[in-house]
């Protein structure tokens, strides 16, 4: 069975690359392109196994996002990796990485090696 990963970022680009690599290494993939896009679809019941979440969107905000997703008894098991180009001012980022599962700048990872991090997250090592 397919592992499923959500996507959470407003940049087309970025989603689709990523997307299409995860897609290649076997995971079910779907999109969200904001915060309250990501929440109506898992209280839709598409819970993922895990979420890549971009912490600059519309509106409500990435960190707000992994607050409610860690917050909530239905999804807190979710593992949650906040992939951001975003470099934070001093304790703002100890915030999110005690929440998030993991914590990575986008510029540090290269496609293949994200998928290969997050499946590890998943106690798995296919790719």
């Given at each position: 069975m397919a592992h499923k990963l959500l996507i959470v970022d407003d940049s087309k680009g970025c989603s689709d690359m990523y997307k299409m690599r995860f897609e290649y290494a076997d995971w079910e993939v779907k999109i969200a392109a904001s915060a309250e896009k990501a929440?109506?679809?898992?209280?839709?019941?598409?819970?993922?196994?895990?979420?890549?979440?971009?912490i600059m969107l519309p509106k409500m905000q990435g960190d707000e996002l992994l607050g409610i997703v860690k917050n909530n008894p239905k999804t807190k098991d979710i593992k949650v990796v906040v992939l951001t180009a975003l470099n934070f001012v001093s304790g703002q980022e100890q915030t999110i990485t005690d929440k998030a599962d993991d914590y990575i700048l986008k510029i540090d990872i290269m496609p293949d090696e994200l998928v290969k991090r997050v499946t590890g997250l998943l106690g798995q090592t296919r790719c």
């Open positions: 929440i109506e679809m898992l209280n839709k019941e598409y819970l993922p196994d895990a979420i890549l979440l971009d």
